[in-house]
């Protein structure tokens, strides 16, 4: 009982600013943990972790030499990290840059659909010849440095310039289309390639830079085999394969539309329902 007691004293010690502190620190924790998991930084690390334990286990020995070099090296602790992890904290950086994006230069609903029903489109026959394309729909990270790369195309999103694009030993074929906004921003972009060393030697190059594209910012990237005439997806550093036209405009759907944006038809077309029945039963 005394324990118990004890425990909830504590409990009500708790206010909601502490739980709202704890909230944020786990969530920060989690991302920090779950991004260097995936970028494969957590070697480096334990590393850097083992020369930790070494300095501290030096200072309690006393021993004068290896405190003496640990220390010394220590002192550019912080510029070798940013050094050692420049590309890391520049993605990290972008994405978080990404969120001061303006309101206004986000695409509407409709515009998003039609960019998702032509690139399916394009894909469906692109994979039927077995042309390679490798498609990337930005999302809030700006991709600024990967356009500068490319030759800016400023179009709508039609099946047949996308499959005009990519179409063999054309000027734009090599390279990636970026969509932004739900229009064709540039074309024969130049993608960053993926740090996994783990990946299926199926994989060629565009799949590799598919999986970097979406390792290094929050877009949804496309690619159509040319060996193999498969569609896959890459989110996040995760490349989904062989989906068929359903799965692929599925998965385009669920990741460029919010709830908000797919179910905004669904709660005008309620709305008018309602007002309808209202004024029906005002005039029975």
Known sequence: MAVLNGFLDIVRTIRVNDVIDMAIMAFIFYKVLYFLARTGTGRVLKGILFLVVVLLLAR???????????????????????????????????KVGGITKYISTRSSPREVENAIGQVVLACRDLSATKTGALIVFERDNTLEEPVKTG??????????????????????????????GGRIEAASCMLPLTTQTHLSR?????????IGM???????????????GSISVAVEGILK????????????RNELLTDSEENQPKLKTLAQNMFMKGRNDGKN
Request: no cysteine.
């Open 202 to 210: 199926e994989l060629g190059m565009r799949h590799r830079a598919g």
């Open 60 to 94: 309690a020995l006393d021993l004068y030499m290896v405190n003496y070099i640990f220390g010394k090296t220590f002192e550019l602790g912080i510029l070798a990290l940013l050094v050692i992890f420049q590309p890391e904290v520049r993605s990290l950086l972008e």
């Open 151 to 180: 030759t800016l195309i400023h179009a709508d999103v039609k099946a047949e310039l996308l499959k005009n694009i990519f179409y063999p030993n054309t000027p734009l074929h090599d390279g990636a289309v970026i969509i932004r």
């Open 214 to 228: 979406s390792e290094n910012s929050d877009a949804v990237v496309v690619v159509v085999s040319e060996e193999t």
């Open 241 to 252: 394969r062989h989906l068929t036209e359903e799965t692929f405009e599925r998965i385009l």
